[in-house]
């Protein structure tokens, strides 16, 4: 029994647990016990539920720690929480004991609507009638739970609108008014890495490097190869020493032969040290001002916004593995307009914001925003070709 965070299961799930077990006359003490540092609810008659932690900690991003588990079947609630691959890797834990019983593997999951991976792997597919024979997608309304408390609706009522539409009217099809990137559109840019091979060889002039910069610490630096608006190749390097970067930055360079000015670095940070060494490169200051004076909070959000603009009108195309496809879809729909009812400089979820809900630092989404300046700097800008 897992959910996206261990003290959540323990608030939530496990509490409705032991009172559906008290319903069906089930006795703590007597037909089962719970060993609260275990984490494991054990029936008498030797059957056992574990419960699991399967939020995606950048320290474990493969989830070694359900490498040793053994299931015979698995329940995820709330599963839109969690990552694809956690659910993933938990369905290849069901294998305890099926040959033996003569056993199907299954896992149940509950959710909410959400503009996930379990929206196009369960509702959209169900909504097109090309749900795979081995699942099932059962819609429900809370009007459908019996035991559902009217204060519960009326608090819903009073929600707004994103919230009401998709806890109270099971809507999955809801748009976040405030969300800088419309979901769909996320989903259009993303590209068949085979396709690659079909194309003709990049156009010098139309190669743009975008590079955030990290160093040894938790994030990772990410390199972006454009062609034109297509990014071609996405590197990612973690824990790597500047001079190191400083040798494949050369590398592509030479690959595409481009010249530094071709080349835009955050400069923030170690990023500073990384540019000085190719001189004539542009160079990002995120908290600076805003291009051409306009009302931006700083140059990073009149970055992102741009980027929200050119991927919303389907400008943008990116040829990536699925790992790289699932984070920079989480960074991007996690962006949404702050104080947008407000008077002053336009604004967006800060960084610390993001890291905070996704655990780590929006580092793909970061170099890609950074590809931006060279469409509002026109005096940077080069003749554009775009690929198709």
């Known amino acids: 029994m897992g959910r996206s965070k261990l003290d959540t299961l323990k608030a ?7 009172e559906v077990a008290g319903k069906l006359g089930l006795v703590i003490g007597q037909h089962y016990t719970y060993n609260q540092m275990n984490k494991l609810i054990k ?7 574990v419960l699991k932690d399967l939020f995606s900690y950048p320290s474990d991003p493969e989830f070694d720690s359900l490498g040793s588990l053994e299931i015979t079947g698995a329940f995820i609630d709330e599963c839109n929480q969690i990552s694809q691959k956690a659910k993933t890797i938990v369905s290849t834990r069901i294998r305890y004991k099926l040959d033996e019983y003569n056993l199907t593997p299954k896992m149940i999951m509950s959710c909410n609507p959400a503009r996930n991976w379990v929206y196009n792997d369960f509702y959209k597919k169900s909504l097109e009638g090309n749900l795979e024979e081995y699942k ?152 600076s001002r ?42 991007l729909q996690i962006l949404k307009r702050e104080d947008a009812d407000q008077d002053g400089k336009i604004k967006m979820t800060n960084k610390d914001s993001v890291k905070k809900q996704i655990g780590r630092s929006p580092d793909i989404s970061d170099a890609m925003a950074f590809r931006m300046h060279l469409i509002l700097e026109p005096q940077a800008s080069f003749n554009y070709v775009r690929v198709k």
């Open 12 to 18: 939530t799930t496990l509490k409705t647990f032991f």
């Open 43 to 49: 029936f008498s008659n030797g059957s056992e539920v």
């Open 136 to 287: 099932a997608f059962i819609p429900a309304l809370n009007s459908d739970n019996e035991f559902i408390t009217k204060h519960y609706v009326n608090q819903l009522n009073r929600a707004d609108t994103v919230t009401k539409n998709r806890l109270l009217y099971g809507n999955w099809e809801y748009q976040d008014e405030l969300a800088m990137f419309n979901y769909d559109c996320i989903l259009d840019i993303f590209q068949d890495s085979s396709l690659l091979r079909i194309r003709e060889t990049p156009i010098n002039k139309n190669i743009v490097i975008s590079i955030d910069v990290a160093r040894l610490g938790k994030d990772k630096t990410c390199i972006m190869v454009w062609d034109g608006m297509d990014v071609i190749d996405v590197i990612e390097l973690s824990k790597t020493r500047i001079n190191e970067q400083k040798d494949i930055i050369n590398e592509l360079k030479e690959k595409y032969q481009i010249k530094n000015r071709q080349l835009v670095f955050d400069t923030d940070g170690v990023g500073g040290g990384l540019a000085d060494s190719f001189a004539g490169c542009v160079e990002i200051v995120n908290n």
């Open 290 to 331: 805003a291009l051409m004076d306009e009302n931006y909070q700083n140059l990073k959000t009149q970055l992102y916004y741009k980027l929200a603009e050119q991927i919303n009108n389907n400008q943008i195309s990116i040829y990536c593995n699925d790992d790289i496809k699932k984070r920079l879809t989480q960074e």
